[in-house]
């Protein structure tokens, strides 16, 4: 008898210690993914951020792309998350320095877990993006938009390359540039 | 229902082993997100003060982060060489930058008194600044890490003294 009472004693302490650390977790766990975003940015130390655009590759992937540090604003990240059972949880994050100073626009290759992603800074007058690869291939990359700075993106399911000629659109469907980018396909080794 | 002395004393004991355990469980979790935490700071730091790419595979305990160089930071470290190369007093930390620790890069440009000394030199050593003309240390470190000409003359005696090349003429 009272060894029982023990055992319930012991288990009953331990299924609620047990039970407040998970829903401590599942409160601590945010469901709206702006809200993550914030918290992440605080974690990473990454403060005083734009975030350009948050693409969802499916139901529970999402990349954040964003870039930080004021005044110039010349770090430029991606940020994986995916959400489980504890909502929205960080994967992985990258920057990458682009000074885009008086450029028209720039751009760097980069892996983020499965994934292979070209982006960079541009104007926000350009409207358009066209990217036609050495063998012919032609993408139209998203723009995502912060203040008077633009990103455009691709998520890159095929083959890389390693340049492309940029040709830059305004609203009126006019050319207001264009340029060779070069991506180092072995960054960041 | 009456227990014995004995169970109590082994309750009390399990209970308290268990509150022990746990809050020995939380001192180092506290103290591993308190390093964490520092790591971080630091690595945010460095990727701004030297222009890195980063990557944060892990920023949790075990923390996993990787700092790259970039042409930028290429471009910091040739201003510093440059100056270095001409006033040695102002340290140039070779094997620190070989083996990218940042942080120890980073302590050869604190000494505020070197700094002044050096850019007091340099003023002296162009025939550009008028007499009296001068500059602080934070001239020289945001020449170095920023690339900026904060002080009248600065840039004149980079370009006097062959450190800056001569201006292009439109």
């Known amino acids: ?189 | 229902m009456k227990l014995s002395f004995k169970y109590k004393v082994l309750m009390i004991v399990v209970l308290l082993m268990f509150i022990g355990i746990f809050l020995y469980y939380y001192g180092i979790k506290a103290r591993q997100e308190q390093a964490v935490t520092e790591a971080l700071i630091d690595y945010k730091n460095m990727t701004r003060e030297y222009a890195l790419d980063a990557v944060y595979k892990s920023k949790e305990v075990p923390i996993e982060v990787k700092l790259y160089p970039t042409a930028h930071t290429e471009a910091i470290l040739n201003r510093w060489k440059a100056i270095s190369d001409r006033y040695p007093e102002l340290d140039y930390p070779e094997a620190a930058i070989e083996a990218e620790d940042w942080l120890t890069v980073e302590e050869s440009l604190e000494d505020t008194d070197v700094l002044k000394e050096v850019v007091d030199q340099m003023y002296e050593d162009s025939t550009i600044p008028p007499e009296g003309a001068g500059a602080s240390f934070t001239t020289l470190f945001n020449y170095i890490k920023y690339h900026q000409y904060d002080t009248t003359y600065i840039e004149e005696v980079l370009i006097d003294l062959g450190i800056e090349p001569p201006k292009e003429i439109d």
């Open chain 1, 1 to 189: 008898m009272k060894k029982r009472i023990i055992v319930i004693i012991v288990t009953v302490i331990t299924l609620l210690t047990i039970a407040g650390y998970l829903i401590t977790e599942r409160l601590n766990a945010y469901q709206d993914i702006e809200e993550v975003i914030e918290q992440e940015f605080r974690t990473l130390r990454q403060y005083v951020e734009d975030v350009y655009a948050i693409e969802f590759l499916d139901d529970d992937r999402a990349l954040v792309f964003y870039s930080w540090d004021f005044p110039a604003f010349y770090n430029f990240g991606v940020m994986e998350l995916e959400k489980t059972w504890q909502g929205w949880q960080f994967v992985e994050a990258i920057s990458n320095r682009m000074e885009r100073k008086r450029a028209w626009l720039k751009g760097v290759y980069a892996e983020i877990g499965d994934h292979v992603i070209l982006r960079g800074p541009t104007w926000a007058s350009v409207d358009k993006i066209e990217i036609i690869t050495a063998d012919g291939r032609e993408y139209i990359p998203e723009l995502g938009r912060a203040a008077e700075w633009q990103m455009w993106y691709l998520i890159l399911e095929d083959e890389p390359f390693e340049e492309a000629t940029f040709i830059l659109y305004d609203s009126d469907g006019e050319v207001l540039h264009e340029e060779v980018l070069e991506f180092d396909l072995n960054w960041p080794e």
